[in-house]
Nanobody, 123 residues
């Protein structure tokens, strides 16, 4: 059974930090690029970061560059998203998703999605 389980969300003040985790099981994890996407209230889901299957490429949406860092531990089948300098606009449900392949393809569909974890930035 394929599973992507996100954790680490919560309430944080502006300027604070959180680290999200995405634990994968049920598929050949190291053959998949892993994306983090988010959906803010009333907005469409957007992809914010991606790490390729062999970690030869990492990509970030302009709004999070310099603040978010994606990483993966293939031995643990886990991808992380370190989020620093959080802003009100980062409030959203954060999802991880898996895409088969060796390089991130932002315009292509995902093969698997997690159920998300809520990040709320508020004072």
């Amino acid at each position: 059974q394929v599973q992507l389980v996100e954790s680490g969300g919560g309430l944080v003040q502006p300027g604070g930090s959180l680290r999200l985790s995405c634990a994968a099981s049920g598929f050949t994890y190291d053959h998949y690029n892993i994306f983090w996407a988010r959906q803010a209230p009333g907005k469409e889901r957007e992809r914010v970061s991606c790490i390729s299957s062999r970690d030869v490429g990492r990509y970030y949406q302009d709004s999070v560059k310099g603040r978010f860092t994606i990483s993966r531990d293939n031995a643990k089948n886990t991808v992380y998203l370190q989020m620093n300098s959080l802003q009100y606009e980062d409030t959203a449900v954060y999802y991880c998703a898996a895409q088969y392949g060796s390089s991130c393809r932002g315009g292509d569909a995902m093969d698997y999605w997690g159920k998300g974890t809520l990040v709320t930035v508020s004072s």
